[in-house]
């Protein structure tokens, strides 16, 4: 076994058979193979045959099983067969709801795969970064998730967050060298940790261990839990809510009906197949479905959802936050000019400016690809040493050899850069700054920002040795500024205007200074945008930037620590909060944010902690996202309501009948039909349309709203069938099968007719269903009243006794669901009027 830290780097390439040059591609194939075998991951038949098994693992259903295989033993063979078709032909539908789903999401995610910069016959390549395996050589730069155990061959100002493994929230200096095996992980500084990611500066590192022998494989299984969303929690409350009412009142049926001297199997059958009836036992597939769904139509949008529960919280949202490069402008940089401290332009100045850009070695980035577009010629000139670009200096230092002396050369954010000199350059002399140059120069930046213009400073400085450190960047000469312009996306305006059509505020987050942040708003509309700086923030209390983060457009001259304070402030202040950002310095805030989003383009570590990635860096798409979100969010929630409402209606109303009748209202192979009739319309709700209306604003999880609804709605519910019983065994005078039949048929077409009474806010006659639901429940309704003429009606005891009994069932379906409508419209008034915060 190596010793990662105390071994010499020429005998780790010995023991893993790699060199300098790195493995041979046949070497790494043969490795990825074995890499694979070992993890052993689980196969996609034995992930599918355990889906397929969950669909039977409901406790009401196994039960339900053992009393159909007891009831066949005492010679119900027929009835047998038909509660076994029906519970298999159910559990089928939805496990190829959920297959269809799960597929989805895997082709998604290949999209997004993090990609690693190997070393291989002497040859740089990109790889996947599940194919690193023992003895690569990675190229490792700002913003790259470490993907397994590495020795640092050498590094330059590498810093790295290791806080998932140590907890340590600041960045670890990373160096070459050697370190005692029997350190602790945070002091072994020579080595990078898998699951770990590079915050600034470059390295070359070897790959030691990988799969199960990294320290974050051995570790791993404690790391695997995700946090809940609040839907996820509200859904699991609402199963286990449901699931208790159910089995209290199933037992209660079952002791009324034993009580009334009832036959033993028929009245456990009955209270078995009433539990499995109304129990949630769809909910699962329907949020699957729902989810999966809302997956499929973002992918035509371009947005990549990664975690599939992430889709609801995503339509409760109703702040975004966003960065201004790249969303709000096109994100494609241009210099217009390069001027000297007087204003004037200047050779000199783009010299070396473009000889920062070129040599640098941190992450790719638009200012210095806006720079090389420049194409100046930089032969005779030798990049000695770097100092990586960090958001605490906010420069970058390159040193040059050229012309017979080192120059150490630096670019950065202008306040930054003024920091550091105390001399300017202008027509070719060398002056000191004093307070009246320095006040000067501060007034033209402040000039450029407010015209529209990020500006970069640059500054240069004689070295006599081939290697810098940050200590040396002082006392430099000030050469001048770099004015860049990044044109507004002409789809902005349209964008935050969609977004505040959908009751979501924008807030644009940005390091960059406070003019050119207000410039920015006045082109997006916003004519008096209140701006809070970073240095505000950092002398506001908590309580005060709680109240104050509401009414803010724009943060300006924000550090990255600070965007994830301003996050957790909306937060605190209520607010479900999206956060959008593609750089290290947004990966705390993308993590903090209830919804994080990232770009395909984005560095690793950004995508990773990402909820989605988009294809299209855009406002728009976002936009569209929210939209899905919550169509998924709201078809969720109308079988949710559905369901509570006929739940609690329908146990009322068999409790009741229990008393009343002295023979069951329904047989159980009628119930379990009932139930296998209505699971395909009710599975079509997933993909149903949605109003407008609700699309407006943001989607909420509220349990009190579905208790009120599910009591409104189950005494309306038990109201029609109380008066179906009355009819049918009072004034009708029918019993057993012809009864049964009667209110089979009843509890059927009221279940599909009331999908399009809550399917929507306002009269059913004002919506249009999907296609999928109407084709459905058409079967469906179809199906159920040829039952009682078809061949299988001595199967399943269904029998008409005359017109009137159809009649009179019609009747009371039609007053059913013009008062349930009534009531629908009433109830949501109600709700608005009284709980309008709900």
């Known amino acids: 076994m190596p010793h990662i830290s105390s071994d010499s780097i020429e005998t780790l ?34 992930r599918e045959l355990k889906l397929l098994l969950r669909q039977f693992t409901n406790p009401l259903v196994l039960l339900l099983i053992i009393a159909v295989i007891l009831s066949a033993s005492l010679g119900e063979s027929s009835d047998t067969i038909i509660i076994l078709f029906i519970l298999l032909s159910t559990g089928f539908m939805s496990f190829f709801q959920e297959l269809k789903a799960s597929r989805a999401v895997e082709k998604l995610q290949q999209i997004i795969k993090l990609k690693c910069q190997v070393r291989r016959n002497n040859k740089e390549t990109e790889v996947n970064a599940e194919d690193v395996v023992a003895g690569d050589i990675i190229l490792f730069k700002a913003g790259d998730i470490i993907p397994e155990d590495c020795r640092i061959i050498s590094a330059n100002e590498l810093h790295v967050n290791e806080s998932a493994l140590t907890g340590e929230s600041y960045p670890v200096e990373k160096m070459a060298g050697t370190v005692d095996e029997n350190l602790t992980i945070s002091g072994k500084y020579n080595c990078l940790w898998k699951g770990t990611s590079v915050v600034s500066g470059s390295a070359e590192a070897l790959v030691v261990f990988t799969g199960n022998d990294s320290v974050f494989g051995k570790i791993q299984k404690s790391l695997q839990g995700q946090t809940e969303t609040a839907f996820e929690k509200g859904i699991k409350g609402f199963g286990f809510f449901i699931l208790q009412i159910t089995i209290v009142l199933s037992i209660l049926i079952l002791g009324v009906n034993l009580y009334f001297k009832k036959p033993l199997f028929d009245s456990i059958l009955f209270s078995l197949a009433i539990a499995v ?5 769809l909910l699962p597939a329907i949020m699957t479905f729902a989810m999966s769904a809302g997956a499929r139509r973002m992918m035509v949008k371009k947005v990549i959802v990664k975690k599939l529960s992430s889709i609801f919280n995503f339509g409760e949202v109703n702040i975004l936050c966003t960065d201004k490069t790249g969303t709000i402008t096109e994100g494609v940089i241009q210099v217009k000019q390069m001027l000297d401290p007087l204003g004037h332009e200047n050779k000199p100045l783009q010299q070396l400016a473009y000889l920062n850009a070129a040599f640098q070695n941190g992450f790719n980035n638009p200012i210095d690809e806006a720079i090389l577009s420049l194409k100046l010629d930089t032969t005779g000139y030798e990049k000695l040493n770097e100092i990586p670009y960090d958001f605490i200096r906010k420069r970058l230092s390159v040193l040059v050899a050229g012309h017979g002396q080192n120059t150490i050369i630096t670019k950065g954010a202008v306040p930054n850069i003024l920091g550091i000199c105390s001399q300017y350059e202008a027509n070719g002399e060398v002056k000191e700054i004093d307070a009246t140059v320095r006040q000067d120069l501060e007034q033209r930046f402040q000039a450029f920002g407010a015209e529209g213009y990020r500006v970069i400073g640059v500054c240069r400085k004689a070295h006599a040795t081939p290697k810098i450190q940050k200590e040396d960047e002082t006392a430099m000469v000030f050469m001048g500024f770099i004015l860049l312009i990044d044109p507004l996306k002409e789809s902005s305006v349209e964008a935050i205007e969609k977004l505040k059509s959908l009751s979501v505020a924008t807030k644009i987050i940005t390091g960059d200074n406070r003019y050119i942040a207000q410039y920015t708003a006045k082109q997006l509309g916003i004519e008096s945008p209140k701006i809070i700086t970073g240095t ?11 109240v104050q983060v509401l009414d803010t457009n724009l943060f300006a001259e924000i550090e990255p620590h600070q965007k994830e304070r301003i996050i957790r402030a909306l937060q605190k202040a209520g607010k479900t909060v999206a956060y959008m950002g593609d750089g290290i310095n947004d990966v705390a805030a993308i993590h903090a944010a209830d919804t994080g989003i990232s770009v395909n383009d984005a560095v690793d570590v950004a995508k990773d902690v990402a909820d989605f990635v988009l294809l299209e860096k ?29 739940t609690f209606g329908n146990m009322f109303s068999v409790a009741g009948a229990s008393l009343m009748l002295p023979f069951l209202p329904m047989l159980p192979k009628q119930i379990l039909l009932t139930n296998f009739l209505t699971d395909f319309p009710y599975l079509s709700v997933a993909s149903d349309n949605v109003d407008d209306e609700v699309l407006e604003k943001p989607g909420q999880w509220n349990m009190k709203t579905i208790r009120r609804f599910m009591i409104v709605f189950g005494i309306h519910s038990s109201l029609f069938d109380f008066a179906t019983f009355y009819v049918m065994y009072y004034y009708f005078r029918l019993k057993d099968s012809q009864f049964q039949t009667g209110w089979f048929l009843e509890s059927v077409l009221t279940e599909l007719l009331i999908l399009f009474v809550i399917r929507t ?29 078809s061949p299988f009606a001595g199967l399943l005891n269904i029998s008409i006794a005359h017109v009137q009994q159809v009649l009179a069932i019609a009747l009371i379906l039609l007053l059913y669901v013009a008062s349930a409508d009534l009531l629908k419209v009433l109830f949501f008034r109600w709700q608005a009027r009284k709980h309008p915060l709900e």
């Open 13 to 46: 390439y010995a023991g893993l058979n790699s060199s300098a040059s790195g493995l041979s591609d046949e070497t790494a194939r043969q490795r990825i193979i074995a890499l694979r075998n070992s993890q052993k991951k689980e196969s996609r038949f034995f």
């Open 277 to 281: 009836g109304m129990a949630p036992e």
């Open 536 to 546: 505000e923030l950092n002398n506001m209390s908590p309580e005060a930037l709680a």
């Open 618 to 646: 855009s406002l728009l798409v976002l936009a569209d996202g929210i939209v899905e979100g919550r169509k998924s969010f709201a078809n969720s929630m109308k079988y949710i309501l559905i369901n509570t409402g006929a």
């Open 761 to 789: 806010r306002k009269s059913f006659l004002k919506s249009v269903p999907g296609r999928s639901l109407l084709i459905t429940s058409a079967i469906a309704g179809l199906i159920t009243v040829l039952l009682p003429v």
